[in-house]
């Protein structure tokens, strides 16, 4: 799936000059007391707002922020957003408190040519997630063009996603751009190509495990859903987090591995302790029956580090023990720190997936990598080889 969908680079100055045009942007970012914790998803979507002021179009953002099930609740709106970009990006930026309707069409028509502006939470009217005909069209008239360059909820069939595409031409931001390109070489690797699919539910992944083993060269488990693994081959797993219901699907997993020529790394050695809370720990191969695993050993983490420094193409997406905790870091740490040392060996290095990014930002090794997505069940799905509807919407060339 090599990205050949229309982008904004294949628009002329004349058919951005003095055009509308609607940007579906990612703002879907943490607030404490009205400011923002975490700025990155606004960073990300800079490249695509300043290109289209600087062709003079008049620029407005559209976005959701948390879940406000479909009613105005103030809590979730976008103003602390709208006051970090007008005080922080030294940008004219206006804020609308609504994002349909005549109000609205009047206060976009005033602005002048270039200018950008940013609307209310879109998730205020139920509607959005409905992906209602009616709301879409009310949206289209905003606006002459319709961008999407917010890849975090291209997996979303919702009016602001897809159902505006329907009456405006569309087409994918850089940010959107960058994703497609970056995480389609995980479908089409360079080899040897490694996948490390951490966190703790197999249940969460089993559409990812499938897929990226008819494509892996070596798939590394990691995190809790290690020890459903682990179960399913027999071993003894203490107390530690397993779904029992899906011992069946591990084992069919494995058996996949086994069919596709594709090795299955699972842990050696464990970091155990009674609770996630104690910090009397102790590394074991076998693990103790009153005790429970929360990261993976050195031997583990050595393999690991052995395997990558072979790999052309490595994808990961979710932590391999629980990172939050300082006793439990370790695993997370020295191999994301040996990841971080790749990109300048040529070697393509994708980071997808809420706690992975996290854990890599906790440890300050944000641009270290090839790429970081944006999108935690968005790039999920695109690496299941799921068709996202929020890019599916956007033309081929």
Not at 36 to 64: G, Q
Not at 79 to 106: A, H, Q, W
Not at 128 to 141: H, I
Not at 189 to 214: D, Q, R, Y
Request: aromatic share 8%; with cysteine.
């Amino acid at each position: 799936m090599m990205n050949n969908k229309f982008s904004i680079k294949d628009l002329t100055k004349k058919d951005l000059e003095n055009k509308s045009v609607l940007v579906r942007v990612d703002f879907n970012v943490p607030i404490q007391e009205n400011k923002v914790l975490d700025t990155t998803r606004i960073e990300a979507s800079l490249p695509t707002i300043k290109y289209l002021l600087e062709n003079n179009s008049k620029v407005i953002l559209i976005s959701h922020l948390g879940r406000p099930k479909g009613k105005k609740d103030l809590k979730y709106s976008l103003k602390p957003v709208y006051d970090f970009i007008k005080n922080n990006l030294n940008m004219n930026i206006i804020f609308l408190d609504d994002c349909i309707g005549e109000n609205v069409e009047l206060e976009i028509k005033k602005q002048s040519y270039p200018s950008l502006i940013l609307l209310e939470n879109v998730r205020f009217y139920p509607e959005e997630e409905k992906n209602d005909r009616n709301f879409s069209e009310k949206l289209s008239k905003l606006a002459d063009i319709f961008v999407n360059d917010a890849f975090g909820t291209a997996h979303r069939s919702h009016s602001s996603t897809v159902g505006v595409a329907e009456f405006l031409p569309t087409y994918c931001g850089f940010l959107m751009e960058k994703e497609i390109n970056f995480l389609s070489k995980a479908l089409n690797p360079e080899k040897p190509f490694v996948a490390i699919i951490g966190g703790a539910k197999v249940s969460s992944k089993i559409g990812v495990l499938k897929n990226l083993i008819n494509k892996t060269d070596t798939l590394i488990i990691g995190g809790a859903m290690t020890y459903t693994f682990l179960k399913a081959l027999g071993k003894n797993v203490g107390n530690s987090f397993v779904e029992n219901d899906y011992l069946v699907t591990a084992r069919e997993i494995i058996e996949l591995a086994q069919k596709n020529n594709c090795n299955l790394f699972l842990a050696k050695d464990h970091v155990v302790a009674e609770s996630i809370d104690s910090e009397n720990t102790t590394i074991v191969d076998d693990i103790p029956n009153n005790l429970s695993a929360f990261d993976i050993g050195n031997k583990s983490i050595d393999e690991i580090i052995k395997i990558l420094s072979n790999a052309k193409t490595i994808v990961w997406n979710g932590p391999l023990g629980v990172f939050e905790k300082p006793q439990f870091e370790n695993g997370t740490k020295k191999v994301a720190l040996f990841l971080s040392t790749l990109k300048e060996k040529g070697v393509t290095t994708i980071v997808g997936g809420g706690d992975s990014v996290a854990a890599i930002e906790k440890f300050n090794l944000t641009d270290k990598f090839s790429h970081v997505s944006t999108g935690g069940g968005a790039s999920l799905e695109f690496l299941e080889g799921i068709e996202l509807p929020g890019i599916k919407v956007i033309k081929d060339k």
